[in-house]
Nanobody, 121 residues
Framework: QVQLVESGGGLVQAGGPMRLSCVVSGRVFSINAMGWYRQAPGKQRELVATSTSDGSTNYADSVKGRFTISRDNVKSTVYLQMNSLKPEDTAVYYC???????????????WGQGTQVTVSS
């Protein structure tokens, strides 16, 4: 069974850093895009950053210059380094990955359980 397991959330003061990690567990054939999304109370889930298997990255305008997404394909892990955090970054952060479990199956989106990030002012 494939699972995405996130870690690294918690409470941080405004201006501080935090790093999130997400590892894909279980046997898979291939992983394409991996990314991070977030959902604040009363708001829709929104894209934070994505990284494709060829190294391309994409960021939400609100986090450009502050957040950096990276991945370790050997470890099937994606990271989100968050710097200069703001109270408006407070949300539940979700890891996402497009995965093929076998050679003859299609791509399926998997989601982590979410990790809370709270930025105090």
């Amino acid at each position: 069974q494939v699972q995405l397991v996130e870690s690294g959330g918690g409470l941080v003061q405004a201006g501080g850093p935090m790093r999130l990690s997400c590892v894909v567990s279980g046997r898979v054939f291939s992983i394409n895009a991996m990314g991070w999304y977030r959902q604040a109370p009363g708001k829709q889930r929104e894209l934070v950053a994505t990284s494709t298997s060829d190294g391309s990255t994409n960021y939400a305008d609100s986090v450009k210059g502050r957040f950096t997404i990276s991945r370790d394909n050997v470890k099937s892990t994606v990271y989100l380094q968050m710097n200069s955090l703001k109270p408006e970054d407070t949300a539940v952060y979700y890891c996402n990955a497009a995965i093929r479990r076998h050679l003859y199956t299609g791509w399926v989106d998997y989601w982590g359980q979410g990790t809370q990030v709270t930025v105090s002012s």
